[in-house]
């Protein structure tokens, strides 16, 4: 069976700049927050039963999930936030799992940002590998990329698992606390191991 390595870290911490390094180089990259997206645009499958449960408050004009919508609907409700993850996470798990399973490469990256919060995740992958850097430089570049204020950003950070907890569960760990150009190197000193785990599987 094709080796599958679960890619984790706290948002802004580098995932995607990893993953695509790891691609880059050859593996067939899972990237659970793609799938979402996918799910969730106009006409996703997702829609008619995110339309059922929340009505059209949450869906924008061409049909698409309205995300800012939906967000303060389930930020501060837990039922809500619960009957969002019924619907979506059974979906996206089902999808992850048949791209993983039709996988050509020699091993398959599977992009999950919270995989420690998801805790089923575990059972699916071979190792945990977190992309870490610290809090202050996650929080930094989340607000550089999307605009939004450092309080809503420490409170998305304070929703996920803690740096501590992710690093606990890890396998196989990048350091992206420096410039990008020390994330290759490592990323080639991982997919050079994740080869040599492959050929031997």
Same mark, same amino acid.
């Given at each position: 069976?094709? !080796?599958?390595?679960?890619?984790?870290?706290?948002?802004?911490?580098?995932?995607?700049? #990893? +993953?695509a390094?790891? /691609?880059?180089?050859? /593996?067939? =990259?899972?990237?659970?927050? *793609?799938?979402?997206?996918e799910?969730?645009? !106009? +006409?996703?499958?997702a829609m008619?039963?995110?339309? *059922?449960?929340?009505?059209?408050?949450? &869906?924008?004009?061409?049909?698409?999930l309205?995300?800012?919508?939906?967000?303060?609907?389930?930020?501060?409700?837990?039922?809500?936030?619960?009957?969002?993850?019924?619907?979506?996470? $059974?979906?996206?798990?089902?999808?992850a799992?048949?791209?993983? +399973?039709?996988a050509?490469? $020699?091993?398959?990256?599977?992009?999950? $940002?919270?995989?420690?919060?998801?805790g089923?995740?575990?059972?699916r992958?071979?190792?945990?590998? =977190? &992309? %870490?850097? !610290?809090?202050?430089?996650?929080?930094a570049r989340?607000?550089?990329?999307?605009?939004l @204020?450092?309080?809503?950003?420490? #409170?998305?950070?304070?929703?996920? +698992?803690?740096?501590? /907890?992710?690093?606990?569960?890890?396998? %196989?760990?990048?350091?992206?606390? @420096?410039?990008?150009?020390?994330?290759? !190197?490592?990323?080639?000193?991982?997919?050079?191991?994740?080869?040599?785990?492959?050929?031997?599987?």
């Amino acid at each position: 069976m094709i !080796p599958v390595i679960g890619l984790t870290g706290g948002i802004g911490s580098g995932k995607s700049a #990893a +993953a695509a390094i790891f /691609a880059e180089l050859g /593996a067939d =990259v899972v990237d659970t927050d *793609a799938i979402a997206h996918e799910l969730t645009a !106009p +006409a996703g499958a997702a829609m008619a039963a995110l339309r *059922a449960a929340f009505g059209d408050a949450v &869906v924008t004009a061409d049909g698409a999930l309205d995300r800012a919508a939906m967000r303060r609907a389930v930020f501060a409700d837990a039922r809500q936030k619960a009957r969002l993850e019924a619907i979506l996470h $059974p979906m996206i798990r089902a999808e992850a799992e048949r791209r993983c +399973a039709t996988a050509a490469a $020699p091993y398959v990256v599977l992009v999950v $940002p919270l995989l420690l919060e998801s805790g089923a995740w575990r059972e699916r992958v071979r190792r945990v590998l =977190v &992309v %870490d850097c !610290p809090e202050a430089q996650q929080a930094a570049r989340v607000m550089a990329r999307s605009g939004l @204020g450092e309080e809503e950003v420490r #409170a998305i950070m304070a929703a996920q +698992a803690s740096r501590e /907890a992710r690093l606990a569960i890890a396998d %196989d760990v990048i350091d992206n606390g @420096g410039e990008l150009a020390r994330l290759r !190197p490592q990323v080639e000193a991982l997919h050079r191991r994740y080869l040599e785990m492959a050929a031997v599987s």
